[in-house]
């Protein structure tokens, strides 16, 4: 047992990705006017919670976890953390998380984690990942949580931006799971988890894929049309989202589809980064602050 197996169950990549979503959802709200402590605030304290879920995902996990090449020699299925220690820790990452975000964000920021773990632990790695082809749908849910934390963590209401985030990233979601799901076929088959790929061909997932996608490239548009963000942030989401759309179409006459699927499955990450990178520096000024701020 050593500090980096403490590291490895909160699943960093997962984190990570997570923290620009926030920053994009962040930058968003505060057009301009950046408070450090609601920001540093928002960053770990999702980045705890995120952390927390991860953990007991690892814990609830162990048993399929063995079935799989990708996951056999996790932590927790080598046994180099107790399961009682892990859960401590991933009780007390969440706790810490929630605490700092209700008490320096707002209570709102809180829910929404709390809204997101539960969905997540409970919903999700509890039951539905193992029992339905529904799962990854359900699961969706809560990853689209961190860009609506770091929205209402500055803005303190859900509005049109926050509902905007929350289906965009929802949708994101489905195909960049699905891609996954396809290129670790084997892996799920395995552990008999019943992701569409599985239970209903991969022909029929790619299908779910093209249209997610064309959902996703609609919703991404809506900040711009809704007047949250600006031309520049409309280019860049239109231009990923086309792309992206036209890499899931070639799927119907891919050679290889697993070499197929990763290349689609890089690709999504490549377009939510783009999106939350343009949100943070292409966010709109509603026209009354325009006029308060006027010399």
């Not at 009682?84 to 975000?101: D, P, S």
């Not at 929404?112 to 849910?141: C, D, N, Q, W």
């Not at 929350?166 to 489905?174: A, G, K, N, P, Y």
Request: glycine share 8%; aromatic share 14%.
């Amino acid at each position: 047992m050593s500090f980096k197996h403490f590291i490895q169950i909160t699943k960093p990549g997962i984190i990570f990705g997570n923290v620009l979503s926030v920053a994009g959802g962040f930058f968003l709200a505060s057009k301009g006017h950046v408070d450090l402590a609601i920001f540093l605030a928002a960053m770990i304290g999702t980045s705890l919670v995120v952390a927390s879920g991860c953990v007991f995902n690892n814990c609830i996990d162990r048993d399929i976890d063995l079935k799989m090449e990708r996951t056999k020699n996790r932590v927790l299925v080598q046994g180099l953390i107790s399961l009682k220690l892990a859960l401590a820790y991933a009780t007390v990452l969440g706790i810490a998380g929630v605490a700092l975000l209700y008490t320096v964000a707002n209570p709102l920021a809180a829910l929404f984690a709390v809204i997101g773990f539960v969905i997540y632990v409970g919903f999700y790695s509890l039951y539905l990942k193992r029992k339905s082809v529904h799962g990854t749908l359900v699961g969706s849910l809560s990853g689209a949580m961190p860009p609506v934390i770091g929205y209402v963590a500055v803005s303190n209401t859900f509005d049109m931006a926050a509902l905007t985030l929350l289906v965009m990233f929802s949708l994101w979601q489905m195909p960049h799971s699905y891609a996954i799901a396809i290129f670790r076929f084997n892996d799920y088959l395995a552990a008999s988890i019943p992701v569409l790929p599985v239970k209903r061909g991969i022909q029929v997932a790619k299908k779910h894929i093209l249209i997610y996608i064309l959902a996703f490239l609609v919703a991404t548009l809506m900040l711009t049309f809704s007047g949250y963000a600006g031309m520049s942030y409309l280019a860049v989401a239109a231009a990923m989202g086309m792309y992206w759309l036209y890499m899931a179409w070639t799927g119907y006459k891919a050679v290889d589809d697993t070499v197929w699927a990763r290349k689609l499955f890089v690709f999504s990450i490549f377009t939510i980064t783009a999106l939350s990178v343009a949100m943070s520096l292409d966010f709109k000024v509603p026209t009354e602050l325009l006029v308060t701020y006027a010399p």
